[in-house]
């Protein structure tokens, strides 16, 4: 896998498009080409969601948790936390009991189309072994999803929180 990251979300970004739906869907085709998974049988089905709270919009999916409590319910090993990566799923070893729907604390597990499995977001493991970024965070064009490191965080919340002090620095002396 390349660089180990996380899905970080600006809702004042978001503008409730379905891009990362839409690309998501395509990413987990058959063909992974929009055309083409439009007639497939399964339709493919997105693992992310875009929830509307007053007047915002978010993306929603699954967060990746360090210590997942979806991983912990599971009775079958169907989930499995990656060291430094995702919580993946085995759709051979799921039983279908929706412990893991119950157990997320983002709701961000559902029932696959065939209702007796659950459907996940599994951060597009096989992108991100291509050195590629997750088929959401690609398509978003207005930077609500984007894909980054902890450190890449760490260092844009630093910047926020000196370019803030600064200012304030200058309001006092000036």
């Known amino acids: 896998m390349s660089k180990p990251g996380m899905l970080v979300i600006n809702v004042e ?29 399964p339709r493919p089905k997105a693992r992310v969601t875009v929830e509307a709270v ?19 319910v599971c009775p079958s090993g169907a989930l499995k936390k990656e060291p430094d990566g995702p919580v993946l799923f085995e759709r051979e070893l799921c039983i279908g009991c929706k412990q893991c729907i119950l157990a997320c604390p983002f709701g961000a597990i559902t029932m696959d189309r065939d209702g007796k499995h659950v459907l996940k977001c599994d951060l597009c493991v096989s992108r991100l072994e291509l050195g590629e970024e997750p088929a959401c965070a690609a398509a978003c064009h207005t930077g609500a999803l984007t894909y980054k490191t902890a450190e890449e965080v760490a ?20």
């Open 13 to 41: 970004r978001c503008i409730g498009c379905g891009r990362c739906k839409l690309e998501c869907a395509v990413a987990h085709s058959e063909s992974r080409e929009l055309v083409k998974a439009i007639h497939e049988t």
């Open 54 to 72: 007053g007047q915002y919009s978010a993306p929603l999916q699954c967060r990746h948790c360090e210590d997942a409590p979806c991983v912990a």
């Open 155 to 174: 260092a844009e919340k630093r910047q926020k929180t000196l370019r803030e002090y600064l200012v304030t620095l200058h309001k006092d002396t000036a």
